[in-house]
């Protein structure tokens, strides 16, 4: 097959995972970790039993030295993450062991375990747990603290809200200035446009798994929620901007919601027919930032 996996295996829920282009460039820093693991939970019809195996594989080769300085280097950047702070390696676990009416947070919380459906959203999340162990971990910690607090109830609550946001939807960004204001402003032609050539500074991780999960079939309106990276943090190393992760999730920051909206089809290279203005007058898509209306106070609606 031209993308380089099995066919897909009948009555496997995790057959989709064969339908992954994995040239296109929002896998690309995703594709040495993922597609061998993805290859593997065809060949065992088991997405769990992949990443356990991959991520057993991993320390093998960290701890034996490898001839592959490219995977060496990945291993050792994975390693380097979870030596961190008191991040504990978790194991990845058929859905069916999360018990009924357990929280799925609290769950991996008290037990390190992460319940794993056979499919694209959990192989992501499974992914995303072994390049961002930290900061999967904090956030885990953080949704743990909400509950105890909180308890279950039909709403989140504002922390909750925005701690799932991230861990589904998030794009870290790490840019220039002037890109940062135009994101803000939702003033697309000038940030896609007018800087198209500062983007070759922007750097962009895909954070959120299930944003990673649409685009294995992209459209135009797929949009991820941006999350600056401060400028100090190198973000081409990734067990320091999981480190750094760490410390700036914070649950008064993220309380406030701090994303902003970004159609990533409209990244520079992304899709060819971006390279085309037009591309960013669909309305539809790339919608203008709403004006904030000021709530008026009693004295001002003519109340005593």
């Known amino acids: 097959m031209a993308r380089g996996l099995s066919p897909k295996v009948e009555g496997f829920a995790g057959a989709v995972l064969a339908e992954i282009d994995w040239s296109q460039p929002w896998f690309a820093p995703w594709r040495e970790l993922g597609e061998p693991t993805a290859q593997l939970a065809l060949k065992q019809q088991s997405v769990a039993e992949a990443l356990n195996a991959i991520n057993h594989a991993a320390k093998c080769e960290a701890s034996a030295g490898s001839g592959d300085v490219a995977s060496a280097a990945s291993v050792s950047t994975t390693r380097a993450g979870l030596a961190l702070g008191d991040a504990k390696e978790v194991k990845f676990v058929s859905q069916s ?15 390190s375990q992460v319940p794993t459906r056979d499919g694209l959203h959990d192989f992501f999340n499974g992914l995303c747990w072994q390049r961002f162990p930290l900061a999967k971990r904090r956030l885990n910690q953080l949704q743990a603290a909400e509950i105890e607090a909180q308890g279950i109830s039909a709403t989140r609550g504002p922390v909750r809200d925005a701690l799932t946001l991230f861990d589904e939807n998030v794009v870290l960004m790490h840019a220039p200035d002037e890109v940062w204001v135009a994101l803000q402003a939702r003033d697309w032609l000038k940030l896609f446009v007018d800087l198209r050539e500062q983007w070759q500074q922007v750097h962009l991780v895909l954070f959120g ?14 949009t991820g929620h941006v999350y600056r990276v401060s400028n100090e943090v190198n973000p081409h190393d990734e067990a320091a901007l999981d480190a750094w992760l760490v410390q700036d999730l914070q649950p008064a920051k993220l309380a406030t919601k701090p994303y902003e909206p970004l159609p990533v089809l409209g990244i520079p290279g992304w899709c060819a027919a971006n390279a085309e ?4 007058e669909d309305v539809n898509v790339f919608r203008p930032k709403r004006e904030t209306v000021p709530k008026k106070s009693k004295t001002q609606l003519g109340f005593a």
């Open 209 to 222: 798994h299930a944003l990673v999960e649409k685009l294995v079939t992209p459209y135009k309106s797929i």
């Open 277 to 280: 203005r037009a591309y960013y």
């Open 97 to 111: 062991t999360l018990p009924e009416g357990q929280a799925y947070e609290d769950f991996i919380f008290k037990t």
